[in-house]
């Protein structure tokens, strides 16, 4: 987290030294656009019996790898200090490799997420402060669609069978939120923001295996906005 915070001293910073002011009062809606990063958290718990895997090395798991993705967003201040945020993003597609007994073996597929969030924030300090942090907490529909297994997956899970296919559950779940927003002129202002949620779900292979994971996805990012 001391890396992604990196963005809120930097905000911080540069805000010392404008003198741009353009308040976030009441009825101001907000655009942004930039990069959201999605880091999801590993490795997943042991595959479930039968397990093909070389237990001599411990069971079969998964790592999930990160994905960077255009994303923005629209907020729109219910008060001078309190405000609702819909994020937007391209779907972010992350690769998932063996781990375990699997450990080395490369990617055994990958699937697309769509995180669908709305947060409720409160910002801090005046309305016309150039540098104002803010808190969030969201509530998210991780979905996850297009999943795609590879032949090694097939290898491990069902050697000599049919192509294994996979789905993830797709869960509710909360999400709290820090950013601040940075003032560059009378419209454009600088977002950044980091977010960790708890997520937990569950790998169903066709094979009959299963495979639980903790994800526990961190997100952060950087964009542009505008104010009007």
Not at 23 to 40: D, F, Y
Not at 90 to 109: C, E, V, W
Request: charged share 10%; with cysteine.
């Amino acid at each position: 987290m001391k890396t992604h915070m990196k963005f809120l001293a930097i905000a911080a910073t540069v805000a010392l030294a404008t003198g741009s002011v353009c308040a976030q009062t009441a009825g101001t809606w907000m655009v942004r656009a930039g990069a959201t990063t999605l880091t999801p958290s590993g490795p997943s718990a042991c595959m479930t019996a039968p397990d093909f895997g070389d237990t001599t090395t411990g069971c079969t798991k998964s790592n999930v790898s990160a994905d960077t993705q255009l994303a923005g967003g629209i907020t729109y201040m219910l008060t001078d200090n309190i405000s609702v945020d819909v994020p937007v993003a391209l779907p972010f597609t992350h690769k998932i490799s063996g781990a375990g007994s699997m450990q080395g073996s490369g990617n055994i597929g990958e699937v697309q997420a769509l995180p669908i969030t709305v947060f409720l924030q409160y910002r801090f300090l005046e309305a016309n402060a150039k540098f104002r942090p803010y808190v969030g907490l969201g509530a998210t529909y991780a979905y996850f669609f297009n999943p795609q297994g590879s032949g090694r997956l097939t290898a491990t899970t069902n050697p000599g069978g049919t192509p294994t296919t996979f789905t993830v559950d797709s869960k509710f779940i909360l999400t709290p939120q820090i950013g601040a927003t940075l003032t560059l002129s009378d419209k454009w202002f600088l977002d950044v923001f980091y977010s960790q949620s708890k997520l937990s779900t569950t790998t169903h292979l066709s094979s009959g295996q299963t495979m639980d994971a903790n994800l526990d996805p961190v997100a952060y990012g950087i964009a542009v906005g505008y104010k009007f």
